[in-house]
C-alpha cells in the first residue's frame, strides 16, 4: 500500500455494539447458549449423513477414472486391443506392460494384424491420469468405475489381460442424473 | 437412630443394608458402559453421523470391546512416580464417586416380601453434606493422582483441576443452600417429599441453573473439561495411567455425572414425583427417578456437542465473578423470602 494511498469508498464501516458488562454478558452468554443447543439439536433432526461404506457405496459420476478395463466388439467377441504399446508409450507412471504377438487364421484373438500376448497393468503404480484410454487408437483400454482396489500383496495388484477383459465381480453403483 | 455424626432416619437391618448397597452398586455399574456407548451415539447424532455401530448390535457392545482391550494393557508407570499414591488416587476418585450414589433416593419405602425397605442407601440427616464431603475428598484423587504421577504435566494439570473444582463447589452449595432453607431438611427424601406441591425448579430456578453450571465444572465436563482437554492437553492429571487405573478415571467421571444426575433430579425435579397429581404404584419410583436422571444426562452430551472448551481465565472469572455472587444472591433472596413468611 502506497504511502498516499486514500481508502475512501473502499473501507466498509461495521457497526458493533458497545462491549456488554459483566451482567449483560452473562445474559447474551446464556441467550447465545440457548441459541447453540437449538443448532445442535437441529443436527440430530436432520438425522446422519453417513454412507456406511462397506455395505453402501459412493456412487461414482460416468466419467471417474478407476480400474482399466479392456473390451472386445460385442459382435465377432475379438478383442479391441492390436498390441500397439500406445498406452505404455503415454503411461507417465510406466505401469503398463504390452508384449504383442501376430495373429494367425488358426488363433485370431484380435482385429488387427497383431495382439496383445501380454497385457498387464500395476496398479500400485498407476496413478489414474487416463492417459493410456487417451492414446489408445481403438478404444481398447478405457477407465472403469471401481475403485475397491487394495489386496495383500504387491504382486495381487498386477492386473493380467484376462483380469482387465472380464466383467468386475461387484459393479460400482454410478451417479444419476442430478445426484 | 442417632449416631455421633448423623441421624438416620430410616433404620433397617444390616443385612438389608448390604443387600440394598449391592444392588445399587451393581445397577450403577451395569449401567456405566451402556451410558458410555449411549454418550457416544448421541454425540454422533449430534454431528450427523451414526456413532460406534459396528460392534454388536446397533455398536451396544463397543464398551465391552473397549473394556477389554484397556483391561488386557500392561500396567505400567513412570521411573519418577509414587508408586502407593499412584495405585491408590484412581481408586479414591473411584470410591468417592460410587459412595455419592449411596445417598440419591430412588423412591420411598416400600414394601417387598413384606418387609419396608427404603429404596435409597441410607437416609441421613446431613444429605447434601454428605454428597459434598465426598466432592470434597475426589479432589484427592485427582490431586495426588496428577502428583504421583512425577510427570510435571499431570502436576499442572492436577493443578487446573483442583482450582476448578474447588471454584465452582462454592456455588454448587450456595445453590443447594437455597433449597434447604425452602425445605427446612436436610434429608433428601425430606426434600423430595417437601416437593410435593411444586418442584423446586420453579421457585428455585436460578439456583437450578447455577447448580447445573457448576455440576458441569465439577464433574469436568465440556464446556468445562479443561481438566482433561482432550485436544489441547493430552489428558491432564490422568495423562500418565494407561490400562484400568485410566478406566477406574474415566469410570469415577461417569459415576459423577449419575451421582450429579442423582442430586439434581431429587432436589430439583422432585425425585420420583410426577406432575398433574398422577401416583402410580411404588415400584415406578425408580424408573421415573432413572427416567429423570437420564433427562439430565442427556443434557449433560447436548451441552458437550455444542459448547466449546473455555479459556482457564474465563473458567475462573465465571466461577468467581458471575455464578457465586449470582448463587449468593439467590440465597440471600431466598432467606429474606422464607424467613419473612
Excluded at chain 1, 502506497?2 to 446464556?30: L, N
Amino acid at each position: 500500500m502506497s504511502p498516499g494511498y486514500d481508502p475512501g469508498a473502499d473501507v466498509i464501516q461495521v457497526v458493533r455494539s458497545p462491549a456488554p458488562g459483566p451482567v449483560a454478558g452473562a445474559y447474551r452468554a446464556f441467550g447465545e447458549t440457548l441459541r447453540g443447543l437449538k443448532t445442535t439439536f437441529a443436527r440430530v433432526v436432520e438425522g446422519p449423513t453417513t454412507i456406511q461404506y462397506p455395505e453402501e457405496k459412493t456412487p461414482v459420476y460416468p466419467r471417474f477414472r478407476g480400474r482399466h478395463r479392456l473390451h472386445r466388439f460385442e459382435d465377432t467377441g475379438l478383442e479391441k486391443c492390436v498390441g500397439c504399446s500406445l498406452c505404455a508409450a503415454a503411461c507417465p507412471a510406466d505401469c503398463i506392460r504390452v508384449v504383442a504377438a501376430e495373429n494367425t487364421p488358426e488363433n485370431r484373438v484380435s482385429a488387427g494384424e497383431r495382439y496383445a500376448a501380454v497385457y498387464e497393468i500395476n496398479m500400485s503404480r498407476c496413478i489414474f491420469c487416463g492417459y493410456c484410454e487417451v492414446a489408445c487408437p481403438f478404444d481398447a483400454i478405457t477407465m472403469g468405475h471401481d475403485y475397491e482396489l487394495s489386496d495383500y500383496t504387491r504382486s495381487d495388484l498386477i492386473f493380467t489381460k484376462e483380469m482387465l477383459l472380464a466383467e468386475p465381480v461387484e459393479r460400482t453403483p454410478l451417479r444419476t442424473e442430478g445426484e | 437412630m442417632s449416631t455421633p455424626l448423623a441421624q438416620v432416619y430410616f433404620v433397617e437391618p444390616w443385612w438389608v443394608q448390604i443387600i440394598k448397597s449391592l444392588v445399587i452398586f451393581g445397577v450403577a455399574f451395569g449401567v456405566l458402559p451402556v451410558l458410555v456407548v449411549y454418550e457416544r451415539k448421541l454425540l454422533g447424532r449430534f454431528q450427523n453421523r451414526y456413532g460406534p455401530n459396528r460392534v454388536g448390535p446397533f455398536g451396544l457392545l463397543q464398551p465391552m470391546a473397549e473394556i477389554v482391550k484397556f483391561a488386557l494393557k500392561e500396567p505400567f508407570r513412570t521411573e519418577t512416580s509414587v508408586a502407593y499414591l499412584f495405585r491408590i488416587a484412581p481408586m479414591i476418585a473411584m470410591l468417592t464417586a460410587i459412595a455419592g450414589l449411596a445417598l440419591v433416593p430412588f423412591g420411598d419405602v416400600q414394601h417387598i416380601f413384606g418387609r419396608p425397605i427404603g429404596l435409597y442407601g441410607i437416609d441421613v440427616s446431613i444429605g447434601p453434606l454428605y454428597v459434598f464431603a465426598l466432592a470434597g475428598i475426589s479432589f484427592y484423587g485427582i490431586m495426588l493422582g496428577g502428583w504421583s504421577s512425577g510427570s510435571k504435566y499431570s502436576f499442572l494439570g492436577a493443578m487446573r483441576g483442583a482450582a476448578q473444582l474447588i471454584s465452582y463447589e462454592v456455588s454448587q452449595g450456595l445453590s443447594l443452600v437455597g433449597v434447604i432453607i425452602t425445605a427446612q431438611t436436610l434429608s433428601l427424601t425430606g426434600i423430595v417429599h417437601a416437593q410435593a406441591g411444586m418442584w423446586y425448579v420453579i421457585p428455585q430456578f436460578v439456583g437450578f441453573i447455577i447448580f447445573l453450571v457448576a455440576s458441569f465444572a465439577e464433574t469436568n465436563r465440556a464446556p468445562f473439561d479443561l481438566v482433561e482437554a482432550d485436544a489441547e492437553l493430552v489428558g491432564g492429571y490422568f495423562t500418565e495411567y494407561g490400562g484400568t487405573p485410566f478406566v477406574a478415571y474415566l469410570f469415577a467421571e461417569y459415576m459423577n455425572m449419575i451421582v450429579v444426575s442423582g442430586i439434581a433430579t431429587t432436589v430439583f425435579l422432585g425425585g420420583w414425583l410426577l406432575p398433574f397429581g398422577i401416583h402410580p404404584p411404588g415400584w415406578v419410583d425408580p424408573i421415573v427417578v432413572i427416567a429423570k436422571m437420564m433427562l439430565f444426562f442427556t443434557f449433560f452430551i447436548w451441552v458437550r456437542a455444542t459448547l466449546p472448551r473455555l479459556r482457564y481465565d474465563q473458567l475462573m472469572s465465571f466461577g468467581w465473578k458471575i455464578l457465586l455472587p449470582l448463587a449468593t444472591v439467590n440465597l440471600l433472596v431466598t432467606a429474606v423470602i422464607v424467613g419473612s413468611r
